[in-house]
Nanobody, 115 residues
Framework: QVQLVESGGGLVQAGGSLRLSCAAS????????MGWYRQAPGKQRELVAA???????NYADSVKGRFTISRDNAKNTVYLQMNSLKAEDTAVYYC?????????WGQGTQVTVSS
């Protein structure tokens, strides 16, 4: 069974940094597209960043130049380094895994940026 466990969220001041981690269990991590999404109160869940099995990345315009997604296939883990955080980055951040037609979500981790 595939499980995704996020960690690294918390409270940080504006301008600060956090690194989120998502550890995936189950086989097939290497061939999966991994992504980070976020959902702020009253808003729809949105893609923040994604990374393919080959290492190609894409980012939401709002985080380009500030956030970096990376993966360690040996550890079945994907990371999101978040720098220069803003109050508008406050949300629950979710890890996502797509393998073929299958799709899994983590339980989410809260990121709160105080201004």
């Amino acid at each position: 069974q595939v499980q995704l466990v996020e960690s690294g969220g918390g409270l940080v001041q504006a301008g600060g940094s956090l690194r989120l981690s998502c550890a995936a269990s189950g086989s097939g991590f290497r061939i999966s597209v991994m992504g980070w999404y976020r959902q702020a109160p009253g808003k729809q869940r949105e893609l923040v960043a994604a990374i393919t099995s080959g290492g190609s990345t894409n980012y939401a315009d709002s985080v380009k130049g500030r956030f970096t997604i990376s993966r360690d296939n040996a550890k079945n883990t994907v990371y999101l380094q978040m720098n220069s955080l803003k109050a508008e980055d406050t949300a629950v951040y979710y890890c996502n895994r797509k393998t073929g037609v299958y799709n899994w979500w983590g339980q989410g981790t809260q990121v709160t940026v105080s201004s």
